[in-house]
C-alpha cells in the first residue's frame, strides 16, 4: 500500500511560538504545566526548568500562589493549587454580573475604605470574579481570579447557608467530596451546620482568619428577580480593624450595597442558564 504523500502544512507544528513572546508570561506557564504535569516542585528544579535565577523562579512562583494556582507543602514543595483543577464557571452571566456589581462595589469600598469582593459559587469553591480596594496602606489586596473554599468565605457562606441540607451533606460529606478532597470531618460539620443556621438568621456570615491569617471579611448572598443565589458580595479588611468596621455600620452598608446591586440584576437579568 503506497503512503499518501505529507501536505506542507501538516508537516508544522501545531503552535508556533508568538514572534512578539513575553518571557515573564511563558514561564509562568511553563510552571503551570511542570505542576500540572509533576505534581510537585522545587524551587531550585523550577529555576533550573526555566533556566532562571532562584531568585525569578520564587517570584513567579509567588504569583502563582498569590493567584492560587500553587500552594507551599510541608516541604516547601509547591504543589497545584485550588485553581489548578477548577473548570471554568460556565456560567454565561459572569461578565454581566460583574459589570451590574462594579459600580455597586466601588461606592462601598469608598464608604467604608475597605476592600470589596465579588463572587459567586461553583460547587465547593467560590471563584473571586472582582475586587475594589480600599485605599488604607494596610489593606486586603486584589483576589480577582482567586478560587478559595466555599465553606471559608464569608461570601461562600453565605451562598451555602441558602442550600438545602441535603445539598450540603452531598458537597461536603458524600463519596465525591472524599475524592475531591472537600470532606468535613466529623467533629466540625455539626459545628459548621449550626453556623449556616445563624447565617440564615443574621442575612450575614463572616470569616475571622479562615482564608488568611490577619484577614477577617463579612459577606452577604445576592439573589436574582426569581430568589435565586447568583453570588455574593463581600467586605474584607485587616483582623486588627475588623470590629471598629463592623461597629461602624458595615452590616448595614453592605445590605444596602446588596438591595441595590439586586434591582439591577432584576432590571438586567443576570440569572443562571
Partial sequence: ????????????????????SIEAVDNALQLLQLLRDGGALR????????????STAHRLLAMLVYRGFAVQDENRRYVPGPAMGVGPAGLSWTRQLRDLAQPHMELLSAQLNE??????????KVRFLATVEGSNVLRVGDRQGTVMP???????KAMLATLEPTMIEQLF???????????????????????LDAIRGNGFAANFEGTEEGVSALGMALH?????????????????????VFDGGLVTALRESCR????????NPAERD
Avoid: C, W
Avoid at 115 to 124: D, E, I, S, Y
Avoid at 150 to 156: E, F, I, K, L, Q
Fill in 1 to 20: 500500500m503506497q503512503n499518501k504523500p505529507v501536505s506542507p502544512s501538516a508537516r508544522k507544528p501545531v503552535q508556533k511560538r508568538p514572534t512578539y
Fill in 43 to 54: 524551587l531550585k528544579d523550577a529555576a533550573a526548568e526555566l533556566g532562571v535565577a532562584p
Fill in 115 to 124: 476592600t470589596v469582593n465579588l463572587m459567586v459559587r461553583v460547587g465547593t
Fill in 150 to 156: 466555599a465553606n471559608r468565605t464569608s461570601g461562600g
Fill in 173 to 195: 460529606r458524600s463519596h465525591n467530596a472524599e475524592i475531591g478532597g472537600d470532606t468535613i470531618p466529623d467533629d466540625e460539620f455539626a459545628a459548621f451546620i449550626r453556623e
Fill in 224 to 244: 436574582n428577580r426569581h430568589g435565586a443565589v447568583v453570588g455574593a458580595l463581600s467586605v474584607a479588611t485587616p483582623s486588627t480593624r475588623f470590629r471598629r
Fill in 260 to 267: 441595590q446591586l439586586e434591582i439591577d440584576i432584576a432590571a
